[in-house]
């Protein structure tokens, strides 16, 4: 089961978030191979109005269907700061691409994948403050 965790962030600003992924022993998992893929919706309930698609790079897909590629992702086995630490995920999103998540109640999921087997570890609400500066 997915734990939940509640982001707030800034529409226009860099965005780095960070956690440590633990197996059932209690230990941190070595996510060598593993890559990780975000989705950030509008609503968990519908299929349609997709706000983003995060995995190796980013990508931004609106209601029309533009894609525009950004700068960030998942860096696995990793600390915050971007040094080795094993079960450590670091999700970087820059700037532009936080222009484009909507303001107000977003909602996401955080999976792990490694060949066949997709492991849903994160899930939550992404409050988005509406930039001004633009």
Do not use: W
Not at 9 to 37: E, I, N, R
């Amino acid at each position: 089961m997915a734990a939940n965790y509640n982001i707030n962030l800034d529409q226009g600003g860099t965005f780095v978030f960070h956690f440590q992924y633990f197996g059932s022993t209690g230990a941190a998992v070595d996510l060598s191979g593993y890559t990780g893929q975000m989705q950030i919706r509008r609503s968990p309930l519908t299929d349609k109005q997709i706000v983003k698609v995060l995995n190796a790079g980013i990508s931004y897909s609106g209601p029309s269907g533009v894609t525009t590629a950004g700068t960030g992702g998942f860096s696995m086995n990793s600390s915050v700061t971007g040094s080795v630490l094993t079960g450590g995920v670091r999700v970087e999103v820059d700037a532009v691409t936080t222009s484009y998540i909507p303001y107000g109640k977003n909602f996401y999921d955080v999976e792990l994948v490694k060949g066949a087997t997709v492991d849903r570890v994160l899930q939550g609400r992404i409050d988005c403050d509406r930039e001004v500066t633009r």
